[in-house]
């Protein structure tokens, strides 16, 4: 068992990260990770068993994809009877020298788990997937997994798994999907604009950092007001987002903020008061294109923020970088 541990621990990097695309949630993905440990303890502790897997690395990553999807596919009747709009769990890290601007590496699977640049925008997109379609789509182009691996996961012909996965990238990359091309450098540059915007209580400013087509998406769970549909365009969410940050916003004297990794993409970790007292926390993430923000998304829902650290006296609104 000592040797199966030490196997295994040498994937479970790269398994969290298979998860975590494919389910939108940290704590799914360490769960899923951990089914797949017991399938592998349990399927090969026999040494005879073991020494038929030719490619161990295989083996695991088609177990954890057939337990994602099996939760994929129970995940999306619950989430049809969700309150409002539902946004996935953030993965919240802080910003540390080099974390967000690490090279690539060449081979996908291992740029990655080391980048772990996913990006709330493409979680939110990945959404709107069929289960197979968004397995498809995460093994082969982010995971380089031939199809024929990814019919073997889901049951299917090559052709068909190809055919899944070609659905799934245009949906994607549809004209009415948050762009997020930026790299770290223009993150900080466009997060910084926003803010100070913000912060100035105009309009104008505000404006040119936020694309035209911009959305804004707010996860509260029914535990907070939160608008059920997406606010959509420059004007409406610069109008959005000063009605509650700006000079004389509903929480712009009692804000607490920093600057977080929110799925490997530089965002906000906030804290204020709700108007009947209640404390509330925020983690905001962003979608940056070609200098301007293309995608906000609020999650609010404290269901989905239990672990985060609490900020202190230091993290004052507006944030420092």
């Not at 303890?41 to 099996?70: K, N, V, Y």
């Not at 049809?80 to 081979?107: H, T």
């Not at 990238?169 to 450098?185: F, I, K, L, N, Q």
């Amino acid at each position: 068992m000592r040797d199966l541990a030490t196997e295994f621990e040498a994937e479970r990097g790269r398994l969290l990260a298979v998860a975590h695309r494919m389910l939108g949630s940290r704590s799914e993905a360490e769960d899923a990770v951990q089914e797949t440990w017991l399938r592998y303890a349990g399927a090969l502790a026999d040494p005879a068993a073991r020494a038929e897997i030719r490619e161990l690395s295989a083996w695991l990553t088609t177990t954890c994809a057939r337990i994602c999807l099996d939760v994929l596919r129970s995940a999306r009747v619950r989430r049809e009877a969700y309150v409002g709009q539902w946004l996935p769990e953030p993965e919240v890290r802080p910003v540390a020298s080099g974390s967000a601007s690490d090279g690539y590496a060449p081979d996908p699977a291992e740029r990655a788990v080391r980048t772990d640049q996913v990006g709330t925008a493409l979680l939110v997109v990945l959404e709107r997937l069929a289960p197979e379609q968004r397995v498809a789509l995460v093994l082969h182009d982010v995971f380089a997994v031939p199809f024929a691996g990814v019919a073997d996961v889901l049951g299917t012909s090559e052709v068909a798994a190809r055919q899944l996965a070609s659905r799934a990238r245009r949906a994607v990359t549809g004209p009415d999907v948050p762009r997020h091309t930026a790299d770290p450098a223009e993150q900080r540059r466009v997060l910084e604009a926003f803010v100070a915007a913000t912060e100035s209580g105009e309009l104008d400013p505000l404006l040119r950092v936020l694309a035209p087509d911009v959305v804004l998406l707010g996860d509260s769970g029914g535990h907070f007001p939160a608008a059920r549909r997406p606010v959509v365009g420059a004007d409406a969410v610069g109008r959005f987002t000063l009605g509650l940050f700006g000079r004389t916003g509903r929480y712009a004297e009692r804000a607490l903020a920093r600057s977080v990794l929110v799925d490997g993409v530089l965002g906000l970790q906030m804290e204020t008061t709700h108007s009947d007292g209640r404390p509330i926390r925020l983690v905001t993430a962003f979608a940056v294109d070609q200098g301007r923000i293309t995608g906000i998304f609020n999650q609010l829902n404290p269901e989905k923020l239990a672990d985060l650290p609490p900020l202190g006296d230091g993290d004052g609104w507006p944030p420092r970088w």
